[in-house]
């Protein structure tokens, strides 16, 4: 690499020191700008690696490489056939490895997109910051509750940027959403319904699993970690979604995405009581993680939002086809947001109450009906000047946004000195503490207590 002493330099101001040498194999791909973009020159490209090259491995490398100034170095996952596949994509140059340690002990490697089964999330990321590397994990951020402590330590005491990725805090909607609400366009908020269901196989994880899979092929001790011994099970490898010993069910892969969203609109830590129920109800093929999960939320006030209740749900047989949204309904109106859209709704309260029809007032003489109607006439004279006309209006999302891509960018720009990440390991811990607090209200069947601001259950 030409200059690289002067990149070497930039890194170390930028980024806290992060250690790089010369060029080691890689592929630079062409580039899509993005308004959350900014030129970058040759020699202050990042380059990285991605650890669990599964679905969302593939689909983080290809929006990593929109970005501007990025570099794919190296590849880690458990199955042979997926570090093939990589060189059949990116080039035979790429380093693949079955073992993330061999990554992180590479100085050519500036940052780690983190991408594996649920139960390795901490582990690779706190190893990946304490090697000098800038961390991309995907959400959940951990496991279990307990772990998140830990990945905020890593965080604090490496320096190193640490993004959790649940894209939809990057999003135009969500963000745009968060504009309406501090303007005050719906009122006091009162409550919060949420919903992500689905109807299809590949929706309810059943994903496919190759005809090659085998102990050959499959480095099944390496997958299982921390999790309890098991025999080697192919299922289980390829759709680790759907057991609690590698994941973390609908809660921690769907509950996330919104608890994700919601916090960055509202500025909230959290909740502080949780009741959850659910179960298996159609897809029963052998998994233990519920297909179904509704779930209550008690919200403290703070000084950006009163109290407020939440209700959240995923059905991964929902016969109308599945839809998401995340529903923020105040007193006077309503924010209905998608994913690359939202809808306001405002319909004020009238000031006078009105009266007649389902009221008591037909049980007045009449007398006293007329003595009311002269009181009120005098009482409420001004409501007769209000508009109440309700009023909606959609706003979607410019055709040139991307989300994955306004996250990515964030992260990049954060290592580069260019502001801080949207979801650092704190907001990270408390978008995924609800939903795994949800789990354990499920599956041990009582209420759980969490301590939002804190960050420990009660």
């Not at 020191?17 to 202050?44: H, M, W, Y």
């Not at 960055?264 to 109800?281: C, F, H």
């Not at 086809?321 to 947001?337: A, N």
């Not at 949800?438 to 209420?447: A, H, L, T």
Request: hydrophobic share 35%; glycine share 8%; net charge positive.
């Amino acid at each position: 690499m030409k200059n690289s002493n002067s990149r070497r330099s930039f890194l170390k101001k930028m980024s806290s020191g992060v250690l790089v040498a010369g060029a080691a194999p890689g592929i630079l791909l062409g580039k899509e700008n993005s308004p959350t973009q900014k030129k970058i020159r040759p020699n202050d490209k990042i380059r990285f690696a991605v650890v669990g090259m599964g679905i969302m491995g593939h689909n983080n490398l290809k929006t990593a490489l929109k970005a501007e100034g990025t570099e794919f170095v190296a590849a880690c996952d458990l199955y042979k056939g997926r570090l093939q596949r990589v060189k059949e994509l990116y080039g035979k140059s790429i380093f693949t490895t079955f073992d993330y340690k061999e990554i992180l002990a590479r100085e050519d490697i500036d940052a780690v997109i983190v991408a594996t089964s649920d139960h390795w999330h901490d582990h690779i990321s706190i190893d990946a910051m304490k090697a000098g590397k800038h961390v991309y994990c995907e959400k959940p951020m951990v496991h279990h509750i307990a772990e998140g402590r830990a990945v905020i330590e890593a965080e604090k005491e490496s320096g190193k940027v640490f993004i959790v990725g649940s894209q939809r805090v990057s999003s135009w909607a969500d963000n745009k959403a968060k504009e309406l609400y501090e303007a005050g366009e719906i009122g006091q908020l009162i409550m919060i319904e949420s919903w992500n269901d689905r109807q299809s196989a590949s929706g309810a994880w059943q994903y496919s699993i190759p005809r090659d899979a085998s102990p050959k092929t499959v480095k099944w001790q390496q997958f299982l970690g921390d999790a309890p011994n098991h025999e080697f099970d192919p299922v289980r490898f390829f759709r680790w979604r759907n057991y609690q010993d590698y994941g973390t069910g609908v809660a921690g892969d769907l509950f996330v995405h919104l608890f994700s969203g919601l916090h960055n609109v509202i500025s909230s830590n959290g909740p502080e009581r949780i009741y959850a129920t659910g179960g298996l109800r159609y897809w029963k093929d052998g998994r233990d993680a519920a297909d179904i999960m509704l779930a209550l939320f008690d919200y403290p006030a703070n000084d950006k939002h009163p109290a407020f209740n939440m209700q959240m749900r995923v059905n991964f047989t929902d016969g109308s086809g599945g839809s998401s949204r995340l529903r923020l309904i105040g007193s006077e109106g309503v924010i209905d947001i998608g994913w690359s859209d939202l809808t306001l709704t405002r319909r004020k309260i009238a000031s006078a109450p009105g009266y007649g029809g389902w009221d008591s007032f037909d049980t007045f003489t009449e007398k006293q009906q007329k003595a009311y109607q002269a009181w009120y006439e005098k009482e409420y004279a001004q409501s007769k000047k209000e508009n109440l006309k309700p009023t909606s209006k959609r706003f979607d999302a410019p055709k040139d946004t991307n989300d994955h891509l306004a996250h990515f960018s964030n992260f990049f720009n954060a290592i580069r000195g260019d502001g801080k990440v949207v979801e650092d390991a704190t907001f990270g811990l408390r978008a995924c503490a609800p939903p795994l607090a949800s789990n354990i209200s499920v599956y041990e069947k009582r209420v759980v207590h969490w301590d939002a601001e804190n960050m420990v259950l009660k």
